[in-house]
């Protein structure tokens, strides 16, 4: 199943950018189509004024995924670390995530839904894994706890 595959086309209005503004903070993302046909999530982040994050998120309809047991995200990064969520409802106040290190190159980067584990605003919550039944919002986040520019190019998003 195919969740999301960028092209010049691409209809990205259910894709939205969350920064650390909503607390206060200072950090600064963008999502853009680049000249590629890829999406394109750059920006910084700043620790000023308690921020501290990015984050990139894509809605949609319920989907029942309990067939597939991973998401597969060809993707090209810049060598920092990001983490993959996903929220099995879009009002759900927690995500199921799973952090993941890009290397300059375009990667497949492959997330078994059993190693999500659940978090609310950086901590690990004390219930099961992503249990891979349905899925309303996936996003991208960037917060490694410093000031940093970052680039993540993303191609696909499909799952396996």
């Avoid at 308690?50 to 984050?55: Q, R, T």
């Avoid at 983490?83 to 099995?88: A, C, D, E």
């Amino acid at each position: 199943m195919t969740l999301f595959n960028f092209n010049s086309k691409s209809n990205t209005n259910n894709w939205r950018i969350v920064n650390d503004v909503v607390m206060g903070g200072r950090s600064n993302g963008e999502f853009t189509i680049n000249k590629n046909g890829n999406g394109l999530f750059k920006g910084y982040v700043s620790l000023e004024n308690n921020g501290g994050f990015s984050m990139l998120q894509y809605t949609f309809d319920t989907k029942d995924v309990s067939r597939f047991s991973k998401t597969i995200i060809k993707l090209k990064g810049d060598g920092k670390t990001y983490q993959f969520r996903i929220k099995t409802n879009d009002s759900d106040y927690y995500s199921y995530i799973k952090p993941f290190t890009t290397n300059g190159e375009w990667q497949l980067i492959e997330i078994p839904f059993n190693t999500m584990h659940p978090a609310f605003r950086g901590r690990k919550l004390d219930a099961p894994n992503y249990p891979g039944k349905q899925v309303e919002l996936i996003a991208f986040l960037i917060g490694n706890k410093k000031n940093e520019a970052f680039k993540l190019e993303i191609d696909k998003i499909i799952l396996k």
